[in-house]
């Protein structure tokens, strides 16, 4: 396995270690942190991905005591984050990929789509269902998605096609494209992706500021690779992959223990 893949899941880990070091001396932090499969597990009711015990709790002391900027970088709408994370203030959010922003205080955008674009998405949906899978589809801003999570490898199969057939005409000349995600398929706005958030929040902070992206998804690689010569870039799931990523972490056991050891680096307190 090579140095751009995954290192190692034990914390001592020298990458790691500087990282910690330099967060121990800093004055301000940034946590990036995808949502599904990294502080929630997937379940197959999405309005029931609750995070990993703990994790709520730890987010709420790093943002509230250890003067790091928290951000959650999901495939969800941007909307659905906060009752399942159950935090009050939540932390900065962008949906759907980066399309939609929620900051702290409720106030939403979302990025410019044009006419055809919009009317794009709408004759996407209304494809998926003249082809019966209206249950499987999630209509969001800027995005249309089929989730097969936790099917048989012949009905994914079966989906998969289906689907490609039914967003595939609007790929061309809409701004659109399609991309595969753990247990699914989107058709989605081409302009924006999470290294597009990532490449912004280092924008918005000075090059000393020590940030972290733990992500675990194909979606998260743009992150990854965007971050990876600036901050530390982490794949959490429960087993190792080819990844851009400069360590693995397996949830939910070493994701607490690396924010615990987050809250420790800056003296924060729970």
């Known amino acids: 396995m090579s140095a751009t893949l995954a290192i190692t899941s034990a914390l001592t880990a020298s990458v790691p270690t500087k990282f910690f070091d330099r967060l121990a001396e800093s004055s301000e932090r940034v946590l990036l942190l995808d949502y599904d499969g990294t502080i929630a597990p997937f379940s197959i009711h999405r309005n029931r991905a609750f995070p990993y015990p703990s994790v709520p709790e730890l987010l709420d002391c ?9 951000a959650l970088i999901s495939g969800r ?14 932390p900065e959010i962008f949906g759907t990929g980066g399309i939609e922003r929620l ?6 955008s979302v990025a410019d789509l044009s006419d055809d674009t919009g009317r794009a998405l709408v004759q996407a949906y209304a494809a998926i269902r003249h082809y019966g899978m209206e249950s499987l589809a999630e209509l969001k801003p800027g995005a249309v998605a089929i989730h097969w999570r936790n099917m048989n490898g012949s009905r994914v199969e079966e989906i998969r096609a289906k689907a490609y057939r039914a967003f595939s005409p609007f790929t061309g000349t809409h701004q659109l494209l399609l991309a595969e995600f753990d247990g699914g398929v989107e058709l ?11 490449r912004a929040m280092l924008a918005r902070y000075d090059a000393t500021v ?5 992500g675990d998804d194909s979606t998260d690689e743009d992150a990854f690779r965007v971050l990876h010569s600036r901050g530390l870039t982490v794949l959490v799931r429960p087993t190792s ?5 400069q360590m693995w972490l397996r949830p939910p056991d070493e994701l607490i223990q690396f924010l615990e050891k987050w809250v420790q680096a800056c003296g924060g307190s729970m």
Do not use: W
């Open 241 to 245: 992959r080819f990844t851009a990523a």
């Open 77 to 90: 709408a941007a909307r659905e984050v906060p009752p399942l994370l159950g935090l009050s203030p939540h």
């Open 210 to 214: 020590p940030m972290a992206y733990l």
């Open 188 to 198: 989605r706005l081409r302009t924006r992706n999470k290294g597009d958030v990532v």
């Open 103 to 108: 900051d702290a205080d409720d106030q939403y």
């Open 62 to 70: 790093i943002m509230s005591t250890c003067q790091t900027h928290v």
